[in-house]
């Protein structure tokens, strides 16, 4: 049986109220701009949200509840919304778009978990099922948000998972007058759940301080002086906590390198690098996300580091570049996988160390910059003259980054690279190296790495000539 479902269906995040004869009640997970009809019928369905249902008996598996919800996938509401009738049902409308939107921004798989999570939390709380001020209306989002992240916690989710689909959206700082509450508040009641359920004492909460940017003086800086102000091919992403790179990636920036360093992450993107992208934090080495993007997309491996006690990697798509890879991990320094993988072709592409391990890896060409010849080493100085002496052999740093207390530097011969066709230069600075940055970028090099260690930032960028 249809019903209609009117134009008030999803206007306001977590505004639960009235609506017409047919349409009880309804609660929804994000606000949005909305066009003039949101999902004009709804219809019990199952087969169209398989995935969803799926989700959804996992989450009520944890509470020991049998699944009595009606899915309905419903496109163009860009939203996710728990909603009664008046046919005694209880329904949880989504948008698949949105839902995978909200995804890829977050770079996490258990955004569609905790929005759905957070759906049920307001059927099973009553939600649904009474009129609501503003004021109301915000305490219920914290009922419902709190609900989620005691549900990730117990489907084994950390709090960064269970917090990713709320980081990936918008909303106001000063909430008097909204519907919804701020978003530290929801941030903290997310956290509360999944403390709850794992079982640690919450700790009071105030309101953040307003951040303030540092605004760096280069004059003081030890580096050759700029008059480049802007930068043409990267954005620089400073922040506490690892920040969302949505907006970024919306502007034509892909996710090239980052560093953690006195608790605060520099991330770094660049234009022009390639497709699709992936991002994903584990506690553990992500083989199993690096054998489910392989299959994604054609995409491949082009960052791995670890970082604030977890490893941090990145997946991009090239298109039609085929680019065959592999990846090793092992206790000690991986030699003899080194050596035979360069006997079959494959070539170091990046390396990280992490939980007392060194991780490596290597990509094989067939189509564009074929790699001839590779050496590598470790340096306890920085290894400027083995820089120097390989660059005279026409061969390009591949991988230079500090790790185990030594540089780690990887020098490849390409079949299409010279020192006629293609520059490169490297900056080494004891300060955050943003001027060495805009004079690059002015000049149209583009960044191939960046690493600190032993108190030096290094950036190596590059172009073709």
């Known amino acids: 049986m249809k019903k209609l479902l009117t134009l008030a269906l999803l206007m306001s995040f977590g505004l639960c109220k009235a609506q017409n004869l047919e349409t009880n009640f309804v609660c929804t997970y994000g606000e949005s701009a909305t066009p003039d009809l949101l999902c004009m019928e709804m219809q019990r369905s199952f087969s169209g949200g ?41 329904y949880i409308v989504y948008d698949k778009e949105f839902m995978q939107n909200i995804s890829n921004t977050a ?8 929005i759905l999570a957070h759906e049920i939390g307001h059927h099973l709380q009553g939600h649904t099922l009474r009129r609501t001020d503003n004021e109301e209306s915000r305490k219920m989002e914290l009922e419902a948000d709190r609900f989620s992240g005691f549900v990730l916690q117990k489907l084994g989710a950390n709090l960064n998972d269970a917090q990713a689909a709320m980081n990936a959206l918008g909303h106001p700082e ?29 700790e009071p909460t105030t309101a953040p301080k307003t951040e ?22 990267h954005d620089i992403i400073q922040a506490d ?17 980052a560093v953690y360093d006195y608790n605060h992450w520099y991330v770094f993107m660049r234009k022009d690098y390639g497709n699709w992208q992936a991002y994903r934090r584990r506690e553990y080495f992500p083989k199993d996300e690096i054998a489910e993007l392989w299959d994604k997309n054609n995409s491949v491996i082009t960052s791995l580091d ?58 094989k060409t067939t189509n564009y910059e074929k790699f001839t010849n590779q050496m590598y080493n470790r340096y306890d100085e920085f290894p400027k003259d083995a820089i120097k002496e390989y660059w005279d052999k026409g061969w390009f740093v591949t991988t230079l980054k500090y790790l185990d207390g030594q540089w780690f530097l990887v020098m490849t011969e390409f079949e299409d690279r010279n020192a006629g066709n293609y520059k490169q230069r490297w900056n080494k600075t004891t ?11 002015s000049e149209g090099l583009k960044l191939q790495s960046v690493t600190y260690g032993d108190g030096y930032w290094v950036t190596v960028m590059e172009k073709w000539r």
């Open 241 to 257: 906590a690892f920040p969302m790179l949505g907006d970024s990636w919306n502007a034509g920036y892909n996710y090239k390198a």
């Open 212 to 233: 303030v940017t540092d605004i760096i003086d280069v004059t003081s800086l030890d580096v050759e002086i700029s008059d480049a102000t802007t930068l043409s091919y």
């Open 431 to 441: 300060e955050f190296p943003m001027d060495k940055v805009l004079k690059n970028d």
């Open 306 to 363: 670890y970082y604030d006690n977890e490893w941090n990697l990145t997946m991009t798509s090239f298109g039609e570049k085929f680019i065959k890879q592999r990846w090793a991990t092992d206790s000690d320094f991986p030699a003899a996988k080194i050596k035979e993988s360069w006997g079959e072709g494959y070539y170091i592409t990046e390396a990280a160390y992490g939980e007392d391990k060194w991780a490596i890896v290597f990509n």
């Open 50 to 90: 398989s995935d969803a249902n799926e989700a959804t008996k996992k989450i009520l598996k944890v509470l020991g509840l049998a699944p009595n919800f009606i899915m309905v996938p419903c496109p163009n509401i860009d939203n996710c919304a728990a909603v009664t009738l008046n046919d005694g049902f209880r």
């Open 174 to 202: 000063d909430d008097v007058y909204s519907s919804h509450p701020a978003k530290w508040k929801r941030l903290n009641a997310i956290k509360e759940g999944w403390n709850d359920a794992a079982g640690i004492v919450n």
């Open 107 to 114: 770079s996490n798989d258990w955004t569609s978990t905790s």
